[in-house]
C-alpha cells in the first residue's frame, strides 16, 4: 500500500484539482502522475503503475535543400 509523506495536489485527466495527505487512500491514478519519490513515506509498488509507456517518436532526418552554387568569375 502507497503512503503519502506529505499533501500533494494532483490534477486529474477532467481537469479537476484533488489534495491527497498521509492519512488518505491514493487511487490509482493519482499514483501515477505523483512521480516525486521524496513525496511517498512508502512507494507504490510497480504492478500496480503498470501503465504502458509511450513508443519514442521516430524522429526523421530533415531534408535541408542544397543552396544554388555560385559560377566562378
Do not use: S, Y
Not at 28 to 52: F, G, H
Amino acid at each position: 500500500m502507497a503512503i503519502l509523506a506529505t499533501h500533494v495536489h494532483v490534477t486529474d485527466g477532467d481537469g479537476v484539482p484533488h489534495v491527497f495527505g498521509p492519512a488518505d487512500e491514493v487511487p490509482e491514478w493519482a499514483q501515477a502522475l505523483i512521480t516525486n519519490p521524496k513525496a511517498w513515506a512508502e512507494a507504490p509498488t510497480v504492478n500496480r503503475l503498470a501503465e504502458p509507456e509511450p513508443e519514442p517518436a521516430k524522429k526523421t532526418p530533415a531534408k535541408r535543400a542544397t543552396a544554388p552554387r555560385r559560377k566562378a568569375a
